[in-house]
C-alpha cells in the first residue's frame, strides 16, 4: 500500500463533464502517511448555479463571485498535485472533471488513483450503500460539512485509513494504484463567428443564457445555438 498520495474531491454544476462545471475543489496531501499540506479553492464557473446544488452544497452564487477561474484554479490544484497517485470516492467522476479543463488549457494530468469506493464494493459487500455518507456512518467518521470539497476529501483519506486497517492484510491488491483513463480531446474556445450569432440569436430571441458566453468552448457554442434554433427558430431577416 503507498503511503504518500492525494485526497482529492470537487463540488460541480452537475453529473456531465461536457455540460457541467467546477465550482469547488479541495485536496489532502499525505506524505508517509502523515498529512503535510491542504488545498482548497471555490471557483467561478461562468455560469448559473442549479437550485438543487446550491441546496445540496450550501455553495451560494455570491460565494463564487470573487472566486478564481476555472483554468486558474485547476492549475493551482494540479500544481499542488505534483506527480502524486490520486485518490478518492468514486475517484473517476472527480477525475474526470478535473482532466477535461486540463487537456483544454494543454495542462498534463496524467495521473494513478486508487477507489475508495472501489474498495468498499469489494471488502464489504454486506453494506446496501457504500456511498462517502453512508460508509463515513459505518465507521462513525465525522463528515464535517457534507458535500463540501475539503471536507469530503478528509472524510475519504480517513475512510481510506479505517479501510486499510481492516483489510488491507487480506484484500492487497484492492488497494493497488491503477492508471485512471479519461478519454477528452482538446475543445478550442469560442470562435468569434460563434459568439456574434449567437449574441444575435439571444438579442433576436429575447432569451437570456445561464452561462458567460466568453467561456464557452467551440462545441459547447455549437450545442447552444442549437438549442436556441430547435427551441426558438432561425433568425428571419
Known amino acids: 500500500m503507498i ?4 485526497v482529492f474531491d470537487i463540488e460541480t454544476t452537475g453529473l456531465y463533464p461536457k455540460t457541467d462545471r467546477i465550482i469547488e475543489i ?3 496531501k499525505v506524505v508517509h502517511d502523515k498529512v503535510v499540506d491542504t ?44 506527480d502524486y497517485i490520486l485518490v478518492g470516492h468514486n475517484v473517476i467522476f472527480d477525475y474526470s472533471f478535473v482532466k477535461r479543463y486540463a487537456v483544454n488549457h494543454k ?16 471488502v464489504l459487500p454486506w453494506l446496501e450503500k457504500k456511498n462517502l455518507e453512508s460508509l463515513c456512518s459505518y465507521y462513525k467518521i465525522d463528515q464535517g460539512n457534507k458535500h463540501r470539497a475539503l471536507d469530503d476529501a478528509q472524510s475519504t483519506k480517513q475512510l481510506l485509513d479505517k479501510l486499510r486497517d481492516d483489510f488491507l492484510v487480506d484484500h ?10 479519461y478519454k477528452v480531446k482538446r475543445e ?7 459568439k456574434g450569432y449567437l449574441n444575435d440569436l439571444i438579442k433576436y430571441h429575447k432569451i437570456k443564457l445561464d452561462v458567460d458566453i466568453d467561456t464557452l468552448t467551440k ?19
Open 3 to 6: 503511503d504518500s498520495y492525494i
Open 188 to 194: 478550442g474556445p469560442i470562435t468569434n463567428a460563434q
Open 26 to 28: 479541495g485536496g489532502v
Open 39 to 82: 488545498f482548497h479553492t471555490l471557483i467561478d464557473p461562468g455560469m448559473e448555479l442549479p437550485k438543487h446544488i446550491i441546496d445540496l452544497t450550501g455553495i451560494q452564487p455570491s460565494m463564487l463571485e470573487d472566486a478564481p477561474k476555472t483554468s486558474e484554479a485547476v492549475g493551482q490544484f494540479i500544481e499542488f498535485c505534483e
Open 219 to 237: 462545441n459547447e457554442a455549437s450545442r447552444r445555438i442549437d438549442h436556441i434554433i430547435l427551441k426558438h427558430g432561425r433568425i428571419i431577416r
Open 172 to 181: 492487497e491488491e484492492c488497494f493497488k494504484p491503477y492508471d485512471l483513463i
Open 107 to 122: 495542462l498534463p494530468f496524467e495521473r494513478q488513483g486508487i477507489d475508495t469506493l472501489k474498495i468498499a464494493r469489494k
